[in-house]
């Protein structure tokens, strides 16, 4: 009982389940989750390493880059957990903006071949301005 408990209060905390349902979607760098949720790195990597550590992530480097997905290969109880959240979520408004905010990010990078927490900065910055 106590993993189950354990598990919950880590998906309880909205950062953290944002984090993980995007994750369960497409594959993202900290910068692109940083946009997103629109805070800072620390923030964004102390949440990360909580789910990776729990075994809900899956980690991939290239060059100084690091790159997280939903494990293909986490177990029978987080699994059964995550179909459960994309059911309950799937109309969630803040994830609906959480993944058109992550289009507009992934397009901004694209155009300006920027990905890191420069390229996070001007987005934000041009995002608020309204000039995306």
Request: some cysteine.
């Amino acid at each position: 009982m106590r993993e189950i408990v354990d598990i919950l209060k880590l998906v309880a905390d909205k950062t953290r389940l944002r984090i993980l349902m995007m994750l369960d979607k497409k594959e993202l760098c900290v910068c692109q989750l940083m946009a997103v949720l629109e805070i800072s790195q620390p923030l964004v990597s102390k949440n990360v390493s909580l789910l990776l550590r729990a075994g809900f992530l899956d980690v991939r480097r290239e060059g100084k880059m690091v790159f997280y997905k939903v494990n293909s290969k986490i177990d029978k109880k987080q699994t059964l957990l995550i179909e459960m959240l994309r059911e309950m979520l799937k109309d969630d408004e803040t994830l609906k903006l959480d993944m058109e905010s992550l289009i507009e990010c992934t397009e901004y990078q694209k155009q300006t071949g920027k990905c890191g927490l420069e390229a996070y900065k001007e987005f934000m910055y041009n995002k608020r301005r309204g000039n995306l």
